[in-house]
């Protein structure tokens, strides 16, 4: 059918009936007082059929009914009214009925009527509109404010209109909760969702012709009124008064009622527009304070959960007297300081029972206090101790509402209202806990978002190692700074590892992507990389094991890594490369920064792709910079820009390494567009003087033993560690004494180095590293390494091309 354009708005009033689950009317509208005649205040809790007494239907009309209905009902009769009123249809029904009434002029009122089932947590179990059908069908021609009439003797009926492009259905949307003032705007919301789901009501015409019901019907009685108030002031122009009739008195209450429902959905329009704009906790709570003082109240003081404000969990249940309520925000016109000394920002209390405020927070329910007499304020501030608040709330207005969010009580806002203002009522606490949903809402998406972030922080923290800012021959200072993309957490990581032979293994690896996938992808495959590292495998190896292995966990294990080795004694490094960008290297004999020309590889868990690694001569003092990409990377700059930078900044000169880091990070992270995390590892490569190092060849006999023990000896009392001389000549001895037993010949290697500590090795042939085990009385072996891991400050075993390294720790002063 056509959308003829033709509206019998401005002048057929709409009726809106609400019928809860026991059959009686809930809510009864001014259009539904006009057409059938009882006052709100008479008919609500009536049973619907008493106010509604059907006297038949139209059967000219039952034809066009039933094609309304959406089909179903196969006879080609729709329900009537009465049987829709007593709870008879579980669909959407329309029709056309005379209803017996003497409370209008005539006898019998022609309706065309409308009802949907609701469903819902309500008590709502039918919503009925009617419209006055006599009205449609008048004689042709135009009312005086030029709306057109239905041609006379036309048929028409009520009928729906699914998936319509009626911009009606934004009008009925808009109108509909103007028409049911008493609910609140959830209820309405939710009322009308189901009415546009259901089907659009709509008028079908003989002709066929449809028209869309909008809900100016309901409310265009204002155009009615505006009427007779000219006409009384041209009467009184004239000097004819005009007698004031019971209708125009229930005109005025409806129109006061209008105008402050009008002014509650722009308040909370309006102030859900301000709040949420920030997924900051502190800013959001401002936000709902701000927005209520002071159009809505005097004073809002915001309370929440300690565990809310800390980003914790809380216990499950309803709060009670020992739960600790943190003040967040306190907003009001009183003068400055009044509220500081007794009610600070930033304390946390618990609030006693017999008190409004732990009937709102249990509850969850709000609570309407209008006037706080001089008797309850005293005995509210009595269940308070040390501290006197009578006169803060004494002769007040309050209302406490709950910041709820998933039937939970994250907090709630005390609003007072000075004397003089007007006092609230049963609309404000509407109101009042309509705005509270809102901001619990907000704020329960900002509790979320700051626990999570706080959740990933933690994981990300906990997956960074904690870097010994000095290694054997070497110093090392790392930074790494968070990405700026919500979420915050990477793949991005540092690490060094204590390897045999005063070496030091250097990691830093990139996990592509962000978030906690990509930050738990990072923890394994660092576990990984240390795992391999204690094998002492050589980069090359270790990286095309690694790569094997992040093609197992998955294809979307993806990550770029540089993993380097460095030996203090030797004054070399051992580098490989996988797909990451390359280190930088800083001579200290000129202060020249280079990037190192290295082969780039695959990234991990591409596969197929071969590793190659290459040695590096370096000084001592020369300084290897390495970092991921988020660094040097920037959108719609070329990366060579940021490498130029990352050489220029390396190579200035600094009084520290965490000086030289943070240069680095000045000059690089404080570009714009930033987004990815970033990791930095910065190492100075001081090496060990070969005066610092002593190693012996000793023979595969038992008599050598003896021998180990008073070479080192006279070698640490020439270094003057005579300290831990007796401690190192019993470790010594156990493990020359193993590698002289258990090595399948060959020669046995000993070698001390002093660097900050006291590293001893022992190298054999035999390649089966040594375990601890238990001795008992009469066992003969067993009790060395026990000695050994009792005595040294750290201990351990790998394989080598040859055979076996065991090393032993001491400290190289005493006390360490």
């Known amino acids: 059918m056509a959308d003829t354009g033709r509206s019998p708005q401005g002048r057929v009033p709409l009726a809106v009936v609400v019928v809860d689950q026991a059959g009686r009317v809930s809510h009864w509208s001014a259009g539904a007082r006009r057409l059938f005649g009882p006052d709100r205040q008479d008919a609500v809790g009536r049973p619907a059929a008493d106010l509604l007494p059907v006297s038949g239907a139209l059967p000219q009309e039952r034809d066009l009914t039933a094609r309304a209905a959406f089909g179903a009902y196969d006879d080609g009769l729709g329900p009537d009214l009465e049987e829709t009123l007593g709870g008879r249809t579980a669909y959407p029904a329309a029709g056309r009925a005379r209803l017996d009434t003497s409370a209008v002029p005539r006898d019998r009122i022609d309706v065309l009527w409308w009802a949907y089932p609701l469903v819902g947590p309500g008590p709502e179990r039918l919503l009925v509109l009617a419209a006055d059908a006599q009205k449609l069908s008048g004689d042709p021609g135009t009312d005086p404010d030029g709306t057109a009439k239905p041609v006379a003797g036309e048929r028409i009926a009520p009928g729906f209109a699914l998936h319509t492009d009626f911009a009606a259905a934004d009008e009925l949307a808009r109108g509909l909760p103007e028409i049911l003032p008493s609910m609140s705007v959830r209820e309405s919301a939710r009322i009308v969702s189901q009415i546009l789901e259901l089907g659009y009501p709509v008028l079908e015409f003989s002709q066929h012709d449809r028209v869309p019901v909008t809900a100016d019907w309901g409310v265009s009685r204002r155009a009615e009124r505006k009427a007779r108030r000219a006409e009384a002031a041209r009467g009184a122009a004239a000097g004819v008064p005009s007698p004031r009739t019971s209708a125009e008195d229930a005109d005025e209450a409806e129109d006061l009622e209008y105008v402050a429902v009008r002014e509650r959905l722009e308040f909370l329009n309006e102030v859900s527009g301000r709040i949420g704009s920030s997924l900051d906790l502190s800013r959001t709570i401002v936000e709902v304070s701000k927005a209520v003082v002071p159009r809505f109240t005097d004073v809002a003081g915001t309370y929440l959960r300690e565990q809310v404000v800390a980003g914790e969990g809380f216990p499950e249940g309803p709060p009670d007297e020992t739960t600790m309520w943190h003040r967040v925000a306190v907003e009001h016109t009183d003068e400055p300081g009044r509220w500081d000394d007794v009610v600070p920002v930033g304390e946390s209390m618990p609030f006693p029972a017999h008190t409004p405020f732990f009937q709102c927070m249990t509850t969850g329910d709000p609570v309407l206090v209008p006037y706080i007499s001089q008797e309850m304020g005293n005995g509210i501030a009595s269940q308070f101790e040390k501290r006197d608040i009578r006169p803060l709330i004494t002769h007040r207005s309050m209302l406490v509402v709950p910041l709820k969010a998933r039937n939970v009580v994250l907090g709630f806002m005390i609003l007072l209202r000075h004397q003089g203002r007007q006092l609230f009522n049963d609309m404000d606490r509407v109101t ?145 490369n996988a797909g990451h960008i390359p280190p930088v290297i800083v001579r200290a004999a000129d202060g020249r920064s280079d990037l190192l020309d290295l082969p780039t590889g695959a990234p991990i868990g591409v596969g197929g792709v071969p590793f190659e690694s290459v040695r590096l001569p370096v000084a001592p003092g020369d300084r290897l910079v390495m970092c991921t990409d988020g660094l040097v990377e920037v959108r719609g700059e070329d990366i060579g820009v940021g490498l130029a930078t990352l050489c220029e900044s390396a190579a200035h000169p600094a009084a520290s390494m965490d000086d030289a880091c943070d240069t680095i990070i000045r000059s690089l992270a404080g570009r714009g567009g930033r987004k990815d995390d970033v990791a930095l590892l910065m190492v100075r490569m001081s090496g060990i003087e070969s005066a610092d190092v002593a190693q012996w060849e000793l023979a595969q006999e038992p008599a050598e033993v003896p021998r180990a023990r008073g070479l080192v000896r006279d070698r640490l009392a020439l270094w003057g560690l005579t300290d831990v001389g007796y401690a190192a000549e019993l470790l010594v001895g156990e493990l020359v004494a193993n590698a002289v037993r258990h090595a399948r010949g060959g020669r046995v290697h000993l070698r001390l180095v002093r660097s900050g500590t006291l590293l001893c090795e022992v190298e054999d042939t035999d390649p089966t590293l040594p375990t601890l085990r238990s001795a008992g009385p009469g066992d003969e072996c067993g009790r060395g390494l026990r000695v050994v891991a009792h005595l040294a400050r750290e201990w351990g075993a790998s394989r080598t091309a040859t055979g076996k390294t065991v090393w032993f720790e001491l400290g190289a002063r005493p006390g360490l």
């Open 432 to 576: 009042g806990a309509e705005l509270a949903a809102r901001a619990g809402l907000v704020l329960d998406n900002a509790r979320m978002y700051t626990y999570q972030e706080s959740v990933a922080e933690t994981l990300q923290d906990s997956m960074l190692p904690h870097i010994e800012p000095h290694m054997p021959g070497c110093d090392i200072a790392t930074r790494y700074l968070p990405g700026t993309l919500l979420g915050r957490v990477g793949g991005d990581w540092f690490d060094s590892i204590k390897l045999p032979g005063a070496r030091t293994a250097l990691v830093v690896g990139d996990v592509m992507g962000h978030g906690l996938n990509s930050a738990a992808m990072m923890g394994q495959l660092r576990t990984a990389v240390q795992t391999m590292a204690a094998l002492d495998l050589p980069p090359a190896q270790l990286l095309r094991n690694l790569c094997d292995l992040a093609q197992r966990l998955g294809e979307h294990y993806l990550a770029t890594c540089l993993y380097a080795v460095y030996d203090p004694i030797v004054g070399e490094l051992h580098l490989a």
